[in-house]
């Protein structure tokens, strides 16, 4: 589905770049403008739910830190179950993980063992697509629990980094495309 273009110009005038963060070379997307409005934060919704009408997945996970903002407002408007993929050590109980290379970094995730059932369809959230790492990496996890990830939801892509190349199979459906 095309994003129309009305409701890119409005929802990137919320979102700020900041060249050289968190190291030279990296633009880094400063969502915070954006979720200190709550009118666009209701046009992010309601472009996700024109891109996902049937609601077909059986719970939202979203990515540590700012996936779960986003994977937060669609549970809550689709009375979905939610669950976590965090960075290393800020989950109790056992836990499954994985590390994976950023594009400035090492890190690793992880999810709690009983997020997933077997066979359960899941979208996973995440504000960004750049490189898809991230993405993959809580895409194994989830599918090591038995599951399904079978859409992936970002508000942002960054179309020259390629992501999308990593994650095959998967609908991936991104409200603001960029170079």
Known sequence: MTTNNHFVEEIKKHIRTFPDFPKPGVLFRDITPLLAQPAAMVLVAKEFEARYPDHSFDIIAGIDSRGFIFSTLLATLWHKPLALVRKSGKLPGKTFKQSYALEYAEATLEVQADSFQPEQK???????????????????????????????????????????STLPNRQVETLILED
């Not at 859409?151 to 020259?160: H, K, N, Y």
């Open 122 to 164: 899941v979208l996973l959230v995440d504000d960004l697509l750049a490189t898809g790492n991230t993405l993959a990496t809580a895409i194994k996890l989830i599918e090591n629990c038995g599951a399904n990830v079978t859409g992936v939801a970002t508000l942002i892509e960054l179309a020259s980094l390629n992501g999308r």
